[in-house]
């Protein structure tokens, strides 16, 4: 079976609930109601994994935090290649306000130091059926694909948190590209082209409520999004690129991997937190009638 290697961030959620996002200088009542998993990267491996794919999270957290290696255990995530790190775990706090839209800041902490030698131990047995998913809240991505083109391994970057930069120095060692409409319109004006014109093979562009667009070579492909009552859209983007991706190596089509990531997405939002809202494949394909 194909497997994916994720190069992935984990963290402590912590999610405030405020009335509405704090002004320079303003101080706000507000009501933490959760700490749970998430983590982009992690975010990404519970949905690949709840999608049907066989996933290797390649990470970091301290040695000390029994309590996120305890989460980890509950979501079924190996931690074989999970480092244990001297630096602290990482941490988000989220700001989720009325309308369950969400400000997050993220402190890096282990997702930052990652080790290279760890990196090279947990793809020493990567191969070319495999593949190599990536995001911008860890260190070493030029590393870890250096590795994975050596063992013709297939590359996937979701462009998050967004830096320009590091897009245009691995764009053409990737086969796709994850980006939500704002990425795709920062990275258009980096390049001064459209976004399908910059000679990635795949380009994924997810839309929010608006449902999201698979551009590749030959076809466009769109998908319209759900209309739900959302309680909490953290993670939303990591859950559909998560099942996407898993789709996509099913050998779905192309449509259908659209469909079923879009129908996972929507959801998650309908629930509180990150890790926590992925939904499971049967609960998806009964969403979508299928």
Request: with cysteine.
């Amino acid at each position: 079976m194909p497997r994916v290697y994720n190069l992935g961030s984990i963290n402590l959620d912590r999610t405030i609930n405020v009335s509405h996002f704090p002004k320079p200088g303003e101080t706000i009542d507000g009501k933490v109601f959760e700490d749970s998993l998430g983590g982009k990267g992690l975010n990404v491996s519970v949905a690949l994994q709840k999608a049907g794919q066989s996933v290797v999270h390649i990470g970091a957290v301290n040695h000390n935090d029994k309590s996120l290696s305890d989460m980890l255990d509950r979501f079924e995530i190996d931690q074989t290649f999970v480092e244990k790190s001297d630096h602290p775990s990482g941490q988000a706090y989220i700001f989720l306000d009325k309308e369950a839209e969400n400000s997050i800041v993220v402190c890096g902490g282990a997702n930052l130091a990652i080790s290279h030698d760890h990196i090279n131990q947990a793809l020493e047995n990567g191969s070319k059926d495999n593949w190599l998913v990536l995001q911008n809240e860890t260190n070493g991505q030029a590393k870890a694909v250096e590795i994975a083109l050596g063992k013709k391994m297939k590359v996937a970057l979701v462009a998050a948190p967004f830096n320009a930069e590091m897009v245009i120095e691995l764009l053409d060692k990737i086969d796709l590209l994850a980006l939500n409409e704002s990425e795709a319109k920062e990275l258009e004006t980096a390049f001064g082209k459209p976004v399908e014109k910059i000679g990635c093979p795949m380009i994924l562009v997810t839309k929010g409520a608006a449902g999201a667009v698979l551009i590749t070579p030959n076809q466009t492909f769109k998908v319209d999004g759900k209309k739900v009552v959302p309680r909490d859209t953290t993670g939303a983007g990591d859950t559909f690129f998560g099942y996407f991706l898993a789709c996509w190596i099913a050998k779905e089509t192309p449509q259908i991997c659209l469909e079923l990531a879009n129908a996972a997405a929507a959801l998650a939002v309908q629930k509180n937190g990150a890790a926590n809202s992925v939904p499971a494949m049967s609960d998806v394909r009964a969403a979508t009638g299928d």
